[in-house]
Nanobody, 122 residues
Framework: QVQLVESGGGSVQAGGSLRLSCAVSGYTGSSNCMAWFRQAPGKEREGVASIYSPDGATRYADSVKGRFTISQDNAKNTFYLQMNSLKPEDTAMYYC???????????????WGQGTQVTVSS
């Protein structure tokens, strides 16, 4: 049984930093793309960053480029989202996910974590 467990969310002032972690357990099969999505109240879930585990190729949403960095530690079966220069508009529930294709499309991902809240105050 595959489980994804996020941690590291919290409250921070604008300009601050947080690092989210996603611990993956179980066999994900061909779901080699790990991603972070987020959903703010009243908005649709959106893809933020993804990393293709076999080669480390990364992809970012335009809104976070230059501020967020996705990375992985294969030895720990964990991937991360380093978030710097946080803005109030980054406030959302953040979810990690595993899927086959590294597109920011929800239905591409068949394994999801429970979410961790990030709140950025101005």
């Amino acid at each position: 049984q595959v489980q994804l467990v996020e941690s590291g969310g919290g409250s921070v002032q604008a300009g601050g930093s947080l690092r989210l972690s996603c611990a993956v357990s179980g066999y994900t099969g061909s779901s080699n793309c790990m991603a972070w999505f987020r959903q703010a109240p009243g908005k649709e879930r959106e893809g933020v960053a993804s990393i293709y585990s076999p080669d480390g190729a990364t992809r970012y949403a335009d809104s976070v480029k230059g501020r967020f960095t996705i990375s992985q530690d294969n030895a720990k079966n964990t991937f991360y989202l380093q978030m710097n220069s946080l803005k109030p508009e980054d406030t959302a529930m953040y979810y990690c996910a595993a899927g086959r294709w590294c597109r920011f499309v929800e239905y591409d991902y068949n394994f999801w974590g429970q979410g961790t809240q990030v709140t950025v105050s101005s």
